[in-house]
């Protein structure tokens, strides 16, 4: 079937986008450059810590860094704390927020990724009155943080919250889920990170199905770890037996390392959301109802309803 006019736009949109994901955020709203200047000595827990201020509600449509190194993007954590939002923080590895957990070579999603030096994230997310960003770690830090945003057009009650879920399961526990959401009240999720390790070998952890129980009941029980992220089958060639990403979906990592075997795989849900009413007990299996023993670390966005 031929694709419409409408279609044919939109399908270029995203692909433009995908192309120059720095460029086309430069073109979404106003630019604030921070310096991203952080020298820790001493004994004093300091944090690189910025505050953005506004008298009306903003939409931030992405974060961009520049001048990172890889030890900073791996040993960092991010915060996210937005005032008077009346939510709870956003903390994880800077890594996870950036896509590039085991220093992934550089790629480019929608969302987030690396092009050049520069690593951008851009789940969007509102804020009202201030929005503090800091840097949790050791190391010393020199760069350039930019925020590109703009006034919101609408109602701040039309929009969800932005948060996400960090979970570690160091390692997996038989017969126990690796819990990517377990949450209360209203919202719709929207993406998925995870990135996995285990023995040496095949990753047969992937073999592990995704789980959904949405306000009480079971909605969707998947078919293996690496059909949830659109990319089965793995370890044959032509298909998963390497690294390979896409605008929605990809594996950043996929292949041994020294003693084991590593996989890092997203998801982009903006297109197909997950809404709840009530509840929602997200996880995924590490192989076969759960028997098989990997280092699971995740992060999961979702919108909460107000």
Known sequence: ???????????????????????????????????????????????????????????????????????VVRRNQIEITLSAMQSAPIRLPLSFFLGHAFKAKPFVSLLFGRTGKNYFNRIPFIYSEECTIR????????????????????????????????????????????????????????????????????????????????????????????????????????????PETLPSHGFPIYGAAPNTMRAAAFRWHFSDSVPFDTALDFGIEHGEVNRHIAEYRSVTYWYAGR
């Open 1 to 71: 079937m031929e694709m419409s006019d409408e279609e044919k736009a939109m399908l270029g949109k995203a692909v433009t986008r995908w192309n120059d994901p720095v460029g086309t955020l430069q073109q979404t709203g106003d630019a604030v450059e921070i310096p991203l200047i952080h020298h820790p000595t001493g004994k004093d827990y300091v944090l690189f810590s910025h505050t953005l201020k506004a008298e009306s509600p903003m939409i931030v449509h992405g974060l961009v860094f520049e001048g990172l190194t890889e030890a």
């Open 135 to 242: 840097l949790h770690g050791i190391l010393p830090v020199d760069g350039t943080m930019k925020v590109y945003q703009s006034r919101l057009d609408e109602p701040v009650e039309n929009f969800g919250l932005l948060a996400a879920r960090y979970h570690e399961s160091l390692p997996t526990v038989p017969e126990v889920y690796h819990p990517l959401l377990q949450v209360s009240g209203k919202g719709h999720l929207v993406g998925t990170y995870l990135v996995t390790e285990g023995p040496q070998g095949l990753p047969y952890w992937l073999e592990g199905d995704d789980r959904w129980i949405i306000d009480g009941e079971l909605r969707i029980h998947g078919t293996g770890s690496e059909d949830y992220f659109n990319c089965g089958w793995y370890a044959l060639k032509g298909r998963l037996n390497g």
